[in-house]
């Protein structure tokens, strides 16, 4: 059974950080690329970062250069590393597993097949 459990998130002040963690059982973790996205009241899920087999990440403009996604293969555990965080970053985080190593779309929900169970982040000015 696969499974992906989140942990990290919370509440920040504008400019802090925060760091999620995403451990995943059940499936050949090292194997496949992984995701994260992230969905705002009112408006669609939409991908942050992904992370392929090779450790080839891919992030949306609006976090590069603050957000980075990473892997413990030893561990089985996604992360993603926020800094310098905006109120425009309050969202509910999820992290998801895509059953092949390497992905084109990897901003789209369809591309992930597994996805963990959400944390809030919330950023206040």
């Known amino acids: 059974q696969v499974q992906l459990v989140q942990s990290g998130g919370g509440s920040v002040q504008a400019g802090g950080s925060l760091r999620l963690s995403c451990v995943g059982s059940?499936?050949?973790?090292?194997?496949?690329?992984m995701g994260w996205f992230r969905q705002a009241p009112g408006k669609e899920r939409e991908g942050v970062a992904a992370?392929?087999?090779?450790?080839?990440?891919n992030y949306v403009d609006s976090v590069k250069g603050r957000f980075t996604i990473s892997k413990d293969n030893a561990k089985n555990t996604l992360y993603l590393q926020m800094n310098s965080l905006k109120p425009e970053d309050t969202a509910k985080y999820y992290c998801?597993?895509?059953?092949?190593?390497?992905?084109?779309?990897?901003?789209?929900?369809?591309?992930?097949?597994?996805w963990g169970q959400g944390t809030q982040v919330t950023v206040s000015s």
């Open positions: 992370i392929d087999r090779d450790g080839q990440t």
């Open positions: 059940g499936y050949p973790y090292s194997a496949y690329s």
């Open positions: 998801a597993a895509a059953l092949v190593p390497f992905v084109r779309a990897w901003g789209q929900e369809y591309t992930y097949s597994y």
